[in-house]
């Protein structure tokens, strides 16, 4: 499996007066500069076979302006990406294993400790995502086996490719 890891785009901040961190939207600047963004991945990416979400409204959102661009697959709601374990986002990954192109949108810090864990680090920090950035892994076993690293990119530089 080639998995693409995405850090939801720029949201409403937390902490917001009558938004619940669960309902955060993306901000108008986010929907923008993802909108570049995710033509940058297109450049570099082929389009998914299964692009997976969290339900959350910035992760669901930023999802749908990626499936836009790519022409699709339409986002799947993975409830697991919203609050899940890294234990429990491999579990579900598992049933994506095989040759298919992956795409995953969920929040820091799952997204940092996924990575690193399937890079066999105990160091997620040093894998934070940027809101709107990606990284892709080749996992050529199951996923709890881990990969390679192919790129881990800024939004700034996807922008930049879009």
Do not use: N
């Not at 901040?13 to 993306?26: A, K």
């Not at 990406?81 to 579990?91: C, F, P, R």
């Not at 809101?131 to 530089?157: H, I, N, S, T, Y």
């Amino acid at each position: 499996m080639t998995l693409t890891i995405i850090r939801h785009a720029i949201a409403v901040p937390s902490g917001t007066e009558g938004i619940s961190d669960d309902e955060r939207p993306l901000t108008k600047k986010g929907r923008r500069r993802f909108a570049k963004t995710a033509r940058g991945l297109a450049e570099i990416c082929r389009r998914p076979d299964v692009l997976l979400t969290s339900p959350l409204p910035r992760a669901s959102e930023t999802a749908d302006i990626a499936a836009e661009v790519w022409g699709g697959p339409a986002p799947i709601s993975e409830p697991v990406l919203a609050h899940g374990s890294v234990d429990d986002i491999i579990a579900m990954l598992a049933r994506y294993a095989g040759d298919q192109q992956v795409v995953m949108v969920g929040h820091e810090p799952a997204v940092s400790t996924l990575l690193a864990r399937l890079l066999g680090s105990s160091a997620p920090e040093r894998f934070t995502f940027r809101k709107g950035g990606a990284a892709q892994v080749d996992l050529p076993g199951v996923p709890a086996e881990g990969g390679r690293l192919e790129w881990f990119m800024r939004p700034k530089l996807l922008r930049a490719l879009g």
